[in-house]
């Protein structure tokens, strides 16, 4: 479950598309998967797509979102409120031990660990007003490069604002995208 807001078509022309919106994603509901804007995408070639991960510090607020299943993604007030940006839960095998994982990032002590991402591995080029692109979230990445993570050792992530860096630098390598029509 995680949170993108601020997306953004950057055309090769130097104009932008934007989409004023945060987009709610959940992995087990078929209905957050998609989105389709009332925007009409001009014509032209775009060089890439950005949004930010997770909901930046002056959207974030708590109270943003009434209802579920968006308000069950609210962040400890005691950390600062607002709302995570990604909750990642499962479990892993350690050693033939099966062993929960619960990987949650957000805001830390009203610190925005929310971070720009930029997608240029699927130009866009459109030669009508409607397109369909797929952003894809490789979940072993957010545990390798830069940093190596180590599920056994991701305890207390909420309130680590060390470990929420960590993650945050990961999440340059965890988005890919590409397009269809």
Do not use: R
């Given at each position: ?6 997306v953004t078509l950057h055309n090769e022309d130097g104009t932008q ?15 957050t998967m998609s989105y389709t804007s009332a925007n009409k995408i ?70 925005d660990n929310s971070f720009e991402v930029t997608l240029t591995d ?60």
């Open positions: 479950k995680y949170f993108v807001s601020d598309i934007n989409f004023d919106f945060i987009f709610y994603v959940d992995a087990h509901d078929e209905m001009p014509v032209g070639n775009y060089t890439s797509l950005s949004f930010t991960f997770g909901i930046d510090s002056a959207q974030n607020q708590t109270g943003i979102f009434p209802n579920p299943p968006q308000n069950l993604m609210e962040w400890p007030v005691t950390l600062g409120g607002g709302y995570h940006y990604m909750k990642l839960e499962g479990k892993f095998d350690s050693v033939n031990v099966i062993k929960n994982y619960q990987t949650h990032t957000g805001p830390t002590d009203g610190i699927s130009p866009i080029n459109c030669s009508c007003e409607q397109v369909t692109i797929d952003i894809n979230m490789n979940i072993n990445n957010w545990y390798v490069n830069p940093n190596t993570i180590d599920l056994n050792t991701m305890t207390m992530i909420m309130g680590n604002e060390q470990k929420q860096l960590l993650l945050k630098a990961n999440g340059s390598n965890v988005f890919t995208s590409s397009i269809g029509k």
